[in-house]
């Protein structure tokens, strides 16, 4: 049994108390980097190490770092914490459980691009997480990790835990800026990039919470220490969240390229109600869904693999469904989230998430025609290359891609005039899956 | 009106940003008249205040309250129940789970109680997708729910004692242990 890297709160008690994470080395590396080493050492071993974004673009890390303009200043790290997508709930665990990691990967990182200061950007929904941040930051700036002239230097750094208040849309990088500035959570034009106009109009890195949590370990081990996991070009170590119809949902830690099966049968024990895997949803509601044929079973989860077979890997939120589940219902159930949080700016993913949800929710109620099944799609269809932002594009994924894969159930449903009924009564867990073990 | 209390605390905040970037705030002092308010909600006065603090146009604060999820205009029960019934959720029975929640309450999504205790409504993903069902009672996760598990939640705070937040036990709870 390997030690987990990222979710050290499995192996050691209580890691998120500062005196706890010191006691295991904890900002160390932070002391030492801001004494003995300059911030381009920083970004340089982070460049080697591969890493790529773990918010779901996959974007290597360093390569991003290097976009900023040369000698301006001042420039901002904004950490996205906005985790919304169905499915997803690895960087609550990670600011939760190890707010010490997390916040010592973000100090590195902030200093690596030359800022004095880093804003957390935290959906409003996960209020206790925002209090264990403030707590964790108050501690760190209370022992000299933080604040003023650190370590005797004329470096200065401040992170702060900003609140968002329940949009989606904020997940999406400068709807996320424009919230932080006090604006409606809407994207933005790009180009211009972040990294050039960003916060406050100024020169921007936007990372996200698991990715700056890497950070940590990789600046404490090296590069070479860290493409020990994974492949040549995605390199390291993945949470995987785990849910849906699953016996052992919850988050694993495990290297980029394990496949499919060995997450979901050996991690996750199989179906929660035995019966064999019909879909695979590898990124929640924003990736194409996948019928898992062997073939998808044994497709290694890494930002190549997964392409390879129609999906992504994106923020690696699965959602197990079982030949038990439906097909139609789970489509209706996602278009209906992309629909409560367009943010209707544009008008493809404002009218088209509204008359695809209108269109699924008389299939699924027994009212639907087969032309219903293309007009989803045609709408689908409109919508693809015309949204302004990736968020209104994802929301296709779950109208096309459920047709795509399964036409048949579809239209066994638009046979038939009885609704599909609600899922199964709720199973019970006795086990606390977050506390599950886990072998590398 | 903002308290006193909520004044202070929003002075204190505008230090986290650039002078002429008070506006970063208005979240945070939305937030802040929720939590002054008894019914949760952003009065037109309260907004009016925020917006002189924060020299924003009033507007721009109405839109900001619109726009966002957790930000109330209309007065909302003393406990705001958001449950999540998003597909991960329902794949482990929570869309069942909302009915029984919801003759239980003796209300529908989106309503309040006659006693104005309690406002429930489905949230979309909380990021609880493992401890299903679950929900946030102001907030504060509640998880692994089952129905002797709501019913207790409710008792409890019907009779004005306060909720442990993050209340993640996986064992239903029996009626004498403290939440």
Redesign the interface.
Known sequence: MVKHILLQNRDIPNIDRLDVYEQHGGWETWRKAVTEMQPQAIADTVKASGLRGRGGAGFPTGVKWGFLPKGVFPRYMVVNAD???????KD?EIMEGNPHLFLEGTALSTYAIQSNAAYIYV??????VIRCLEQAIADAKARGYLGQNLFGTSYSL?I?V???????ICGEETALLN???????QPRLKPPFPAAVGL?GKPTIINNVETLANVQPIIANGADWYRQWGTERSPGIKIF?????IKR???YELPLATTFRELIEVHGGGT?DGAPIKAI?PA??SAPIMAATDQVLDTPMDYESVPSVGSQLGSASM???SQN?DVPL?AA??VR?FR??S?GKCTPCREGTYWAQKVLDRIVAGQGTPEDITLVENIANQMVGRCFCPLGEFSTSPMLFTIKHFRDEFLAQTASTRPRR?????????????LATKER | MLSEHSKQLLAERLTHYPPNEKASAVIYACYLAQADSPTHSITQQAAREIAEVLEMDPTEVQGVIGFYSLLFEEPMGKYVIHFCNDLPCALRGADRFYEFVRARLGIEDGETTPDGLFTIEHAMCIGACHRAPCMQVNLEFQEFLTEEKFDRIIELLRAGEPLRANMADAEPLSAAAPL
């Open positions: 985790e919304s997508e169905p499915g997803t709930f609550r959906r409003g929904e996960y209020y206790d401040e702060y900003h609140s968002g208040a329940g949009a989606y919230s932080l500035e006090g604006q409606l959570g406050y969240c785990l849910s849906g119809n949902p919850g988050n929660l949803l929640g509601a959602i197990i469904l589940d789970a159930k996602m989230f409560h949080e943010c609600a899922w199964r009564e709720v199973v019970p867990l006795r086990i606390e899956p977050t």
